[in-house]
């Protein structure tokens, strides 16, 4: 079984302070993707990352794939209360037939204070 | 586009009593479909995944079943709720193998009492 750890679980900030979040593990993954949940819905598509080394960046947030494929990380600049949530980082299972079963995260709940 | 819809978004159920949630697809054909459940705003387990009709696996044994009665529809039933059930139930599906990013529904907060 394939595990991803998530780490800081809980994170309070002031606006404008930055931040970033791990996630790793042990096993490789094809792909990784993060998400953003609000309470009450659904987690949505921030990024997927294929390519080890890979950093790609959406506005205030950086995210990077590690060069073996084993881990993640999102950093963000500035944070703005808007950037309030839970964090979720999954990875696609890398070799045999997956069916597209992700692997979660535990995910960061990260709250940003005005 | 694409669109998922998974309801009712709140249930309360007493203990014993059947359960069935509803997600359907629409906008694609032929999707994987999910079944996640969440604990206390955490991380999402797997519960059951479909990759075409009639056919289900199941990740974890539990008190719970899934059923896809037509390709853009997924299932998700007990016959006996427990009280261990409560969580927030979310419903996705993937694209595959043209992605493997998944789309979620709104969820559904149940609540066993």
């Known amino acids: 079984t394939q595990l991803l750890e998530q780490s800081p679980q809980f994170l309070s900030i002031q606006e404008g302070e930055n931040l970033t979040v791990y996630c790793n593990s042990s096993?490789?993954?094809?792909?990784l993707q993060w998400y953003r949940q609000e309470p009450g819905e659904g987690p949505v598509l921030l990024v997927t990352v294929v390519t080890g080394g890979e950093v790609k960046k959406l506005k205030r947030l950086t995210f990077q794939f590690g060069d073996a494929r084993k881990d993640s990380s999102l950093h963000i600049t500035a944070a703005q209360p808007g950037d309030t949530g839970l964090y979720l980082c999954?990875?696609?299972?890398?070799?045999?037939?997956?069916?597209?079963?992700?692997?979660f995260g535990q995910g960061t709940i990260l709250t940003v204070h005005p | 586009s694409q669109t998922i819809h998974q309801w009712p978004a709140t249930l309360v159920q007493p203990v014993g009593s059947p359960l069935s949630l509803e997600c359907t697809v629409e906008g694609t054909s032929n999707p994987n479909l999910y079944w996640y459940r969440q604990a206390a705003g955490r991380g999402l387990q797997l519960l059951f995944y479909?990759?075409?009709?009639?056919?289900i696996s199941s990740e974890v044994p539990q008190n719970l079943s899934a059923s896809r009665p037509q390709d853009r529809q997924f299932i998700l039933s007990s016959k006996k709720l427990l009280l261990s059930d409560s969580g927030f139930y979310l419903c996705?599906?993937?694209?595959?193998?043209?992605?493997?990013?998944?789309?979620f529904g709104q969820g559904t907060r149940l609540t066993v009492v």
């Open positions: 999954a990875g696609e299972n890398a070799g045999g037939t997956s069916y597209g079963k992700l692997t």
């Open positions: 096993s490789v993954f094809s792909s």
């Open positions: 479909s990759v075409g009709i009639g056919q």
């Open positions: 996705a599906w993937i694209r595959v193998p043209f992605g493997t990013e998944a789309f």
